[in-house]
């Protein structure tokens, strides 16, 4: 396994994740024709992970509204993942991160339905280019994103992954253990974001290892299944997202969770 960090795609951004002395940077694209910026940046990007000793490990689109009110694929949408998907393959990005939103008035196997061959379009050019396609697990405009999803999209699109990050299964009051035990052997990206939940109630995203994560068990649980892919830092508090905080909060989850990675 590797570490990562989720970052801007522009020199700064690049520069960040050298700054940390990390070497993997995963792009977060959800802004309306951002897919079209990276992929015409391509070659700027190439030229700063170069200079800067980042590889890019996964992009992806969270949020976006991929299915119309009527169901029907969303061209504008399909058009930037595809562009994504060739900007992952120019950059050697092994990993496209995405989910499919919820239709409203259909019934939820009506939406799997569609949602699935969209997911089809989408790795019909992945396939072409070498690249994998994950399901990310957030319900932010997806409806692959726990056990119900999951077994109906993996066996209908085969090579189908999951980006997992464990706080949206603690989130919704899951067992993210017994998830990982179940669907490990999908995962082909995972966040690294820590979680605290009190009497019921979300109350923050801290650094990994401020939190109430298990994170040795999950760490064993990404052994078992053999996972050698990127373990993507994702600073995602409102307490540690501002001045010394910021840095101090990274890499405390940096030396936190490289404990837990055996050196190659």
């Known amino acids: 396994m590797k570490l990562g960090i989720i970052s801007g795609w522009n020199d700064a951004g690049l520069a960040k ?7 993997y940077a995963e792009f977060c694209i959800n802004s309306p024709k951002e897919g079209s910026a990276v992929y015409e940046n391509v070659g700027n990007i190439k030229e700063s992970c170069k200079k800067y000793g980042v590889n890019v490990a996964a992009m992806g689109r969270w949020g976006v509204t991929r299915l119309l009110p009527d169901g029907s694929f969303n061209p504008e949408e399909l058009e930037q993942d595809k562009l994504l998907v060739n900007a992952a393959a120019e950059l050697g990005c092994p990993v496209f991160n995405m989910g499919v939103n919820p239709v409203q008035g259909m019934s939820f196997e009506e939406n799997a339905a569609i949602a699935i061959e969209y997911i089809k379009e989408v790795k019909a050019v992945a396939d072409e280019k070498g690249v994998k396609v994950a399901l990310y697990n957030c319900e932010w405009g997806n409806i692959f994103f726990n056990k119900r999803g999951w077994d109906i999209a993996l066996p209908a699109v085969p090579g189908l992954g999951i980006k997992y990050d464990t706080s949206h299964c603690i989130n919704r009051n899951g067992d993210t253990l017994k998830e990982m035990l179940e669907y490990g052997k999908y995962i082909y990206h995972f966040h690294v974001k820590g979680t605290l939940r009190i009497d ?55 030396n936190y969770i490289s404990r837990f990675i055996l050196e190659d």
Do not use: C, Q
């Open 200 to 254: 019921g109630n979300h109350v923050d995203d801290p650094p990994a290892g401020l939190d109430l994560t298990p994170w040795g068990a999950v760490m064993d649980l990404l052994y078992i299944h053999d996972y050698e892919g990127v373990l993507s830092i994702e600073p995602h508090s409102h307490v540690w997202s501002k001045g010394k905080r910021a840095d101090w909060g990274v890499m405390f989850t940096k």
């Open 17 to 23: 994740v050298a700054e940390y002395g990390i070497k």
